[in-house]
Structures are given as C-alpha cells and as structure tokens.
C-alpha cells in the first residue's frame, strides 16, 4: 500500500483514488460506459423500454427510449411527463432520475420494479383468473394510492390514466404482499390544471376506469375523474375482475347503468344536458352496492359508494378519502400521524369558501404559493435584482431561459418562436405547428431552427415549465373570496393586464400583484380598504402589498393616456362592463 501512495503522489496531486462515472456527459447525452443493459422488456407507440445497471450506484433502472418525431421533435406526452415529474417528491409516485434530450434522442431512466397490480391481480395474465385481495393488503395500497393521487391533485395535476397497469408495486420477498409498496407511473397523458376549469381532450382514460362523465362528452372535468378510476380500482381489488368491462363507450355506460342504475336529475343534476345524452337510454333500477361486493366490509362499501358516485361535484375527494373510517379499522400502523388531525388543518381554510367550488382550491392555492417562492427565487437576471411575473408557460419559458443564457438580439424572435411551440404542447387543444410558426415570421428561421432552440430550452430549464401566474392566483382569490359583482372582476382583470405591460411590477411576486390587482378594483368599484375575506384568503399583510400598492395607483391614474390601446379597447366594450372607462379615485387611502 506504501508503494501504491508513493507511485501516486508522484503521478498526480489528485487525492481520490478513482471518480465515479457521470451518468451524463457535459453536452447532456448518456454515457453509456457506466450503464449495463439487463434485457429488454417492452415496445409500445411511445417508444422502447429497457432494465439497466448503473455501475457507479448498483441501481437497476428502467429506461426509456422515446421516439422523436422530425416535425414536432419531442413529442406533447413526453414534454408534460417530464415537467410534472420534475419537482415531484412522493413515496408512492415514481421518481424521474435521469434524463437525456441531445439531437434526435430522448432518454429517461426510473428506478426499476419489475411488476404491477395488474401482475399482483391477474399473475397468469388471464383476466378470467383473477385474485381478489386481502382486506387488509387492498387497505393498505388503497391508502397509498389515495395519499399520491391527493399529492396530484393539490398540485393541480390531473394524472388521467389510472390503471392497474401503472400501479408499480414492490415486494421485499415474492408473493409477499404485506410489506407491498405501490407507485403511481406513466404521466404521459397527465395535465396541469388552471382556475377557471379549461377544455380537455375526453380522449383520456382506459375504458374500463373512465367516468361516467367523460363517457358522456363532458370536457371541462375536474379531479373527480381520476377518483371514479380509484374506485375502479378498489372494486377491482375486492372482486379478482373488473367491475366495468365495456368493449366501447356506449357498452361501457350501459354496465355502469346497469350495475349502478340509470342516473336521474337527482342522483345527477344536468344529466339530461350532457351532450351524449339519449332519451332512449335503458332504465335501471338501483340495486344496493353491497350486492355487487358480497365479501366486502360495510366501511369499504360506503367508501365505494363514494367514489362510484355519479355527480362529479358530489364524488368524494382524495383528501377526504384518506380520512374515511375504512382506513381506520385494524391497521393504525398505516398512518404516521393522525390523519384527522392533519384534515382538520387543511380543510380551516376550505370553510372560507362561498361558492360551490372544488374543495381542493385552498389546497391548491397553498400548493402554488410554495411553488412561486421555489421558482421565483430562481430568476434574477433583470436589474435590480427584479423578479420576473409570466403569464402562462410561453412567457415562462423566454423569461427563465434568459436567466441562464445570452441569447442575441437577433434571435430573440427564434427563442420565442422556439417557447410557443413548446408551451403549446402542455395544451390539449391549442397546439401550435413549427411550419406555422414558420410562415408567421415570413420565413426569417426555419422549422429546424425552431426545434433545434426548443431543445435548448427544454434542457436549460431542465423541463421544469410549470409555474404559477398572477392569473392564477387572481382567479383563484376571486373564488375563495365571497362572490363580487362581474364589473369587479373584469376590473381585476383588466389592471392585471395592464401591469404585466410595467417594468416597474416585476420585482413583484405573481400572488402580490394578483392580490393588489383585486383589492384595487374592489376599491374603485365600491370605496372600501381591502376586505377582511381577501386578507385572510391572501395571507398578506398591509407592509407586503404596499410598494406594489403604490405602483398599481399610479398605473390607473395614468391609464387613460398610456399607449396600450389594445387592452384598453378590450376592455372598453360592453361584455367587458366598459371598466377600461372607470375613472379613478382622486385619492388613495387603502392601508388596512
């Protein structure tokens, strides 16, 4: 060893014997030295699927070999997957560890686990040989599966494929389910929500765990889709087989009615105005749930019921799920802490709430508030130490790129070409094409060009496109809040609109200006300091708001002679209440 260190220190000054191979070399592309291919295990339309070695760590990971497509580059699935599963940190959702875009290839490592509930279930692969579960096995993934789904859902994350298939599960010995883990998996049909719902796609979900509402046309749902598919699931568990096996969408329903009886205007609200809506459809009685699952407890039906229930707006919550009586029968271990307790904790701001909104919006507004601190604390490359507001992700994506590159005047156009075309594939139904982009800049780039910069966004931001925006937080206050006339609100809207156009509000965080936006309308309209509902929802205190405060009064003190006549003529129409004529205040006093 003596002659070892001594030839050593006459070779190099280095103090380490040997460095571990990086897992990605400095241009971003793998290096494949320091991984072992195991075998590989599946192909389907998004691309290969192989079970690597890490060498450097011992880790068994599955890769992901994504097809790139030359018009689009990397393709809308793949973009949303990535940039949900960045930032995410959950016990029961799997975990992104590497990934690799350079040139035509798309590479994405997970750690590996070799089956799923539909192996656990269906371990011959017949759906004619199922098993159905221990009671307290399916407690205990169903917990699991509820507590990843709430972590989605807070988030404003719609996952839209749950499914056996992308339930991971890990055993520490074979057949062993006790100890079982379960994993959420494949996000790639996942979709950031915003305030106000928006259109979706109903293209979503396997058949067998679509809701009854997506089965009926509805596109603007909400996360009680996904809760349908969790009670798919537990049914599933409970019975060794499907609860609901259509071989179409109108088969599908019809075992849904059939099983759970024909819905009515009682059991749902506007049924008869969905638009797949037949007066011819059959007529089923409702038969008690219990008959359909002869061997399960009387809490574990009352849970079923409550998330095979038929109004969207009625259907039982993760949140509340978690805290259902079912998971407190025989298995205390299950919970680290007292789940009531933590419920009552996140459900104190949810009694502020007026109006019939989604119970998850508080959870949510919290979720975003954290997330704007986590994000915004990262842009600095305006004067003075700004921080920089966006509008959606098209803004999102220039403004945080020029943080961390110089990208010359000349090309600027390039980059936001570049960011549009990537923003638009996080949208369902607003995706824009490279070639239109194109022929909108009468040529000045290319399509390549366009796709070349977009993968330079992609990988300086480390897919990481998802923020909050003042809109956000505007819609989501002026909902938490009790209900304000349309004048207000449009008033809200039209000073926010005005301020993302001023240098002067991007030292301001998105929920600063959203919050000063709406009190000063609120202001304008009816006299008053900011009322007691709005401070209690923003959690801001006079001291906070105040610089903002300031630049927001002289902005609408000077609006009638600012050059932006574009919003202002939006804003002056009829359908708008004309708020854009509302003259302001001679004074100011809103110090509350």
């Keep these: 060893m003596t002659l070892v260190s001594k030839n050593w220190r006459e070779l190099t000054d280095e103090q380490e014997l040997y460095r571990p191979f990086p897992s990605v070399t400095p241009d971003g592309s793998v290096n494949w030295i320091n991984f072992k291919k195991l075998s590989f295990k599946c192909e389907g339309s998004e691309g290969e699927c192989f079970k690597c070695l890490e060498r450097s760590t011992g880790r068994v990971l599955a890769m992901k070999r994504t097809r790139i497509f030359p018009e689009a580059r990397v393709p809308y699935y793949m973009i949303r997957e990535l940039s949900l599963l960045k930032g995410t940190t959950h016990d029961h959702i799997t975990s992104l560890e590497i990934v690799s875009l350079v040139k035509d290839e798309l590479h994405m490592f997970f750690p590996y686990v070799d089956r799923t509930l539909d192996d656990v279930i269906y371990p011959t692969g017949s759906c004619e040989d199922g098993r159905v579960l221990p009671e307290p096995v399916i407690r205990k993934l169903l917990y699991q599966l509820l507590d990843a789904v709430a972590y989605c859902h807070r988030r404003g994350v719609l996952h839209r494929n749950l499914k056996l298939r992308h ?124 008959t359909l699952f002869p061997d399960a407890s009387d809490l574990g039906i009352d849970l079923l019921a409550k998330l095979l229930t038929y109004n969207p707006d009625e259907r039982i919550l993760a949140e509340e799920a978690l805290g259902n009586p079912y998971f407190f029968d025989v298995t205390p271990v299950l919970f680290p802490v007292k789940v009531k307790d933590c419920m009552s904790q996140m459900w104190r701001a949810v009694t502020r709430m007026w109006s019939p909104t989604p119970q998850h919006l508080a959870l949510f507004h919290s979720y975003l508030r954290q997330t704007e601190t986590e994000i915004w604390a990262q842009v600095e490359y305006l004067d003075g130490g700004c921080v920089q507001i966006v509008p959606p992700n098209f803004f999102s994506c220039c403004h945080r790129y020029l943080e961390f590159a110089t990208v010359e005047k000349s090309q600027l156009q390039l980059l936001g070409a570049a960011c549009l075309h990537a923003a638009s594939k996080m949208e369902d ?49 002026g909902r938490l809040i009790p209900p304000i006339e349309k004048k207000t609100s449009m008033l809200a809207h039209y000073l926010l609109e005005l301020s993302l156009q001023e240098y002067q509000f991007l030292k301001y965080s998105p929920s600063v200006v959203a919050t000063c936006c709406l009190s000063m309308a609120m202001y304008m309209i009816d006299g008053g300091p900011m009322s007691k509902d709005l401070a209690n929802v923003c959690l801001y205190s006079w001291s906070d708001l105040q610089g903002c405060m300031m630049e927001l009064q002289k902005l609408s003190s000077n609006a009638s002679s600012n050059t932006l006549t574009t919003i202002k003529k939006r804003y002056s129409r009829t359908n708008r209440c004309e708020v854009a004529k509302v003259s302001p205040p001679e004074s100011f006093d809103m110090a509350f």
Excluded at 244 to 260: A, M, N, P, R, Y
Excluded at 450 to 469: D, G, I, R, S, Y
């Design 167 to 290: 339930l991971l599960i890990q055993m520490s010995e074979e057949g062993n389910l006790s100890d079982a883990t379960l994993q959420i998996s494949d996000f790639a049909l996942a979709r950031a929500t915003g305030i106000p719902g928006q259109a979706y796609t109903d293209e979503v979900v396997t058949r067998w765990y679509r809701a009854p509402e997506l089965l009926m046309g509805v596109v603007e749902y909400s996360s009680a889709v996904g809760m349908w598919s969790v009670g798919c699931i537990f049914a599933e568990m409970i019975r060794g087989e499907a609860l609901f096996t259509g071989v179409s969408e109108i088969d599908q329903l019809f075992q849904i009615f059939s099983k759970l009886s024909t819905p009515t205007l009682e059991t749902w609200p506007g049924f008869s105005s969905l638009p797949n809506y037949q007066f011819e459809f059959p007529h089923f009685e409702r038969r008690p749930t219990a």
């Design 429 to 477: 139904l607003t995706y824009i094409g490279v070639r239109d982009l194109v022929l909108c800049a009468e040529n000045v780039y290319t399509a390549t060009e366009v796709l070349e910069m977009e993968v330079k966004v992609l990988n300086t931001l480390n897919f990481a496109l998802l923020v909050p925006t003042a809109l956000d937080f505007l819609n989501i206050y």
